[in-house]
């Protein structure tokens, strides 16, 4: 492995740390976060196979009223202000700061759907940004995942070969597309989730980062030892 | 108006009529079916997005195997083959065969994320296919609506103006493919639903097709009259 990629919101961010803001002001506060994101990725799709690409933040924003309208909700603008800029300051799974640090020999990047104003406020808010040395946005292709363009960007920043990539997401599109276009495929599935039926599997399935580290601290053992006997 | 364009599943074929069939097998066929269907367009967005095309019924079949492992169903393969079959046997909407008897003026196409197969098993064993001119799958392009290759088909087809063209669909990804693409949309709107919000609005909402045979009626008669005037 050469490099580690990262995908952000539900993979290194707890997008349900968005509950806390939302509780204040409404009945639901779960079902409605976990609503307004299914509703950001549908929009995400429609958007890219329209060949009409809005950002992110803007098709968070578009999430938002239709999920205030679908749960009754009137909130005014201050309010719905307030929502949208608590994605940029979404807690980090609990061993997403250690694991990174484990992580440090191998080229770190992010790549991620969102916009680049939104992952910048984001990483420094949080002060992971020191952990990355690229902070990739599929702004720059004006496609989501899955389209294999944005996984090009990436491969592109990289300059390595595909399967020397290492990729780690939570999400089920997110892992198809990057086993698709040819990475090397942890899926970090912290629920356990059900595996989508795409007849793409991942290389590894993994409950944290911390597994990550650990099994690619393995893999280089062996590797080492493998090469001591020779 | 000069030719009327229409979806299939959820516009003209009730979905919901797959719990008939899903109701001697398990606890919660409603959810179930609901969770397939969801998959099911799901999956025709990333298929689309990663560029690697499968037809709607091995997107389908994908789909049912991911509902059964998410419901922890075990269910025989002769079992699930009869679930497969069961979207040749949909029910169309109450008052699908008389409203499209009240659109007989107008051209009549069908435009379907359906396989060829799948669309002329269910129309023929519902025996509305002679209500229809043509019908068109998206298969013939290899890309899911709401991409635009999808609603050129039947532009290409129909040989006449986008606007000139009514769509008629059940379903928020398609009501604004179609409005993007140009179409005069009517979004037949069963269930109350709340409109999305990517900017993009339907021409007119109805609760059937009744209404759209009643607006273009009202509409076409309203032409006469003001042509009389002269």
């Given at each position: 492995m050469k490099a580690l990629v990262f995908d952000v919101?539900?993979?290194?961010?707890?997008?349900?740390?968005l509950v806390d803001v939302c509780q204040a002001i409404m009945p639901e506060p779960e079902a409605f976060v976990a609503s307004w994101r299914a509703k950001q990725l549908e929009y995400t799709f429609w958007h890219s196979l329209m060949g009409q690409y809005e950002d992110f933040q803007q098709i968070t924003a578009e999430a938002l009223r239709y999920t205030l309208k679908r749960y009754h909700l009137t909130i005014p603008e201050e309010g719905q202000r307030r929502l949208l800029e608590a994605w940029s300051n979404l807690q980090p799974y609990p061993e997403v700061r250690m694991a990174l640090g484990r992580l440090k020999r191998y080229q770190r990047v992010i790549l991620s759907n969102g916009s680049p104003v939104m992952l910048e406020t984001l990483l420094n808010n949080t002060g992971?940004?020191?952990?990355?040395?690229a902070v990739l946005s599929v702004d720059a292709v004006k496609i989501y995942k899955p389209a294999p363009q944005a996984y090009g960007l990436a491969l592109q920043h990289l300059r390595t070969t595909r399967e020397e990539i290492g990729f780690l997401s939570a999400n089920g599109f997110d892992v198809v597309g990057a086993k698709a276009f040819g990475f090397t495929v942890y899926w970090v599935n912290r629920t356990g989730a059900v595996m989508d039926e795409l007849g793409i599997a991942p290389d590894a399935v993994v409950r944290s980062l911390d597994e990550v580290a650990t099994l690619l601290q393995e893999k280089s053992g062996r590797v080492t030892e493998g090469g001591s006997c020779f």
């Open positions: 919101y539900g993979t290194l961010f707890d997008v349900g740390s992971l940004q020191t952990e990355f040395d």
